[in-house]
């Protein structure tokens, strides 16, 4: 439903962090930390986890924005109010913070598990 070219985008970017290796991968957190050795199966284990936590969030989005439009339809009475744009504004960022937070922890993932790795350079 959400498949596009920026989805697609913040895929390639999650997996750029990981540059081959020999037979494995070095994990750069956003692309600058120092690097750590990991196995092709990690690597895509955590490949596959960003993009199911990408998947659930963006559907997570979708269907609150769908309610969010519900309520305000059945709940403010008149559209042109500020107190609708208010209703409407605060419920966006009611639904995008907890997705932006969601977004920040998966993409921190690989980082938060291999943490106690040793790196093996810059």
């Given at each position: 439903?959400?498949?596009?070219?920026?989805?697609?985008?913040?895929?390639?970017?999650?997996?750029?962090?990981?540059?081959?290796?020999?037979?494995?991968?070095?994990?750069?957190?956003?692309?600058?930390?120092?690097?750590?050795?990991?196995?092709?199966?990690?690597?895509?284990?955590?490949i596959?986890?960003?993009?199911?936590?990408?998947?659930?969030?963006?559907w997570?989005?979708?269907?609150?924005?769908?309610?969010?439009?519900?309520?305000?339809?059945l709940?403010?009475?008149?559209?042109?109010?500020?107190?609708a744009?208010?209703?409407?504004?605060g419920?966006?960022?009611?639904?995008?913070?907890?997705?932006?937070?969601?977004?920040?922890?998966a993409?921190?993932?690989?980082?938060?598990?291999?943490?106690?790795?040793?790196?093996?350079?810059?």
């Amino acid at each position: 439903m959400f498949e596009n070219s920026y989805l697609e985008r913040v895929r390639q970017l999650f997996a750029a962090q990981f540059e081959a290796d020999g037979q494995g991968f070095l994990y750069r957190c956003n692309m600058k930390a120092a690097p750590i050795r990991v196995t092709a199966s990690e690597r895509d284990g955590f490949i596959a986890g960003f993009n199911r936590h990408l998947r659930y969030g963006m559907w997570a989005v979708f269907l609150g924005t769908l309610l969010l439009i519900g309520m305000v339809v059945l709940l403010v009475p008149d559209p042109d109010s500020p107190s609708a744009d208010i209703a409407l504004y605060g419920g966006l960022a009611a639904i995008m913070m907890p997705f932006l937070l969601a977004y920040h922890w998966a993409w921190k993932a690989p980082a938060r598990q291999l943490k106690t790795r040793a790196a093996i350079g810059q």
